[in-house]
C-alpha cells in the first residue's frame, strides 16, 4: 500500500513543519499523526506511521513509541463511528458501566470491538474532561452528554443513517 497525504493535507503539514526550526521538526509529531489518523481511515498502520516518520526525517520507532502511548491514536482499524465512553470515577458513578453494557448489548459487541458491518467500534477511555455532564461518550470531535439508554438509542439511530461520516463528524454540533 502506497501511503501519501493528499494535496491539502501535505500542505498543512508543511505549514506545520516549519512552525519549527531545522533539526526539531519531530516536535510537529503529535499534530500530524491527527492528520494521518484523520486521513487514513481513522488509525495508523505501520506504513501510515513510517510515512510520517520519512516526512520528519525521524526513525520509524521514534514514531511507534508516540503513536503507542497515546491512547488518542488507534493501532488498529476501527469503525467509522469511534464511540469512546468515558470511564473514570464521576462518569462511573453516574452510570458509565450501564451505558457501556447498553452499547454491547445493542450493537452485539463488546468494549474494543468493531461491529461486522464496519460501523461502530466501542471503547472505553480515560477522562475527557465533562465530569458535570457525566455519563458522556465522544464520537469523532462530538461529545454526547447526561446520557440516558433512550440517547444512547437516539444516537446509534441517527448515526446509523448517516451516508458521508468524514463530513458528518467534522461538521455534526447537534444535540441528541
Given at each position: 500500500m502506497d501511503?501519501?497525504?493528499s494535496d491539502?493535507?501535505?500542505?498543512?503539514?508543511?505549514?506545520?513543519i516549519?512552525?519549527?526550526?531545522?533539526?526539531?521538526h519531530?516536535?510537529?509529531?503529535?499534530?500530524?499523526?491527527?492528520?494521518?489518523?484523520?486521513?487514513?481511515?481513522?488509525w495508523?498502520?505501520?506504513?501510515?506511521?513510517?510515512y510520517?516518520?520519512?516526512?520528519?526525517n525521524?526513525k520509524?520507532?521514534?514514531?511507534y513509541?508516540?503513536?503507542?502511548?497515546?491512547?488518542m491514536f488507534n493501532?488498529?482499524?476501527?469503525?467509522?463511528?469511534?464511540?469512546e465512553?468515558?470511564?473514570?470515577?464521576?462518569?462511573?458513578?453516574?452510570g458509565s458501566?450501564d451505558?457501556v453494557?447498553?452499547?454491547?448489548?445493542?450493537?452485539?459487541?463488546?468494549?474494543?470491538?468493531?461491529t461486522?458491518?464496519?460501523l461502530?467500534?466501542?471503547?472505553?477511555?480515560?477522562c475527557?474532561g465533562?465530569?458535570?455532564t457525566?455519563?458522556?461518550?465522544?464520537?469523532g470531535a462530538?461529545?454526547y452528554?447526561?446520557?440516558t439508554n433512550?440517547?444512547v438509542?437516539?444516537?446509534?439511530?441517527?448515526?446509523?443513517?448517516v451516508?458521508d461520516y468524514s463530513t458528518y463528524?467534522?461538521?455534526?454540533?447537534?444535540e441528541?
Amino acid at each position: 500500500m502506497d501511503v501519501k497525504f493528499s494535496d491539502e493535507t501535505l500542505a498543512l503539514v508543511n505549514k506545520i513543519i516549519k512552525h519549527y526550526p531545522e533539526g526539531k521538526h519531530k516536535s510537529a509529531l503529535l499534530p500530524l499523526l491527527h492528520l494521518a489518523q484523520a486521513e487514513f481511515n481513522g488509525w495508523l498502520s505501520v506504513p501510515t506511521m513510517d510515512y510520517v516518520a520519512s516526512l520528519l526525517n525521524i526513525k520509524p520507532i521514534e514514531v511507534y513509541e508516540v503513536a503507542s502511548f497515546y491512547t488518542m491514536f488507534n493501532m488498529k482499524p476501527v469503525g467509522k463511528c469511534l464511540l469512546e465512553v468515558c470511564r473514570t470515577g464521576p462518569c462511573m458513578l453516574r452510570g458509565s458501566e450501564d451505558i457501556v453494557a447498553h452499547i454491547e448489548n445493542r450493537l452485539g459487541i463488546k468494549e474494543g470491538e468493531t461491529t461486522a458491518d464496519g460501523l461502530f467500534t466501542l471503547m472505553t477511555t480515560e477522562c475527557l474532561g465533562s465530569c458535570g455532564t457525566a455519563p458522556m461518550l465522544q464520537c469523532g470531535a462530538d461529545y454526547y452528554e447526561n446520557l440516558t439508554n433512550e440517547k444512547v438509542d437516539t444516537l446509534l439511530e441517527k448515526l446509523a443513517t448517516v451516508k458521508d461520516y468524514s463530513t458528518y463528524m467534522r461538521s455534526n454540533r447537534q444535540e441528541i
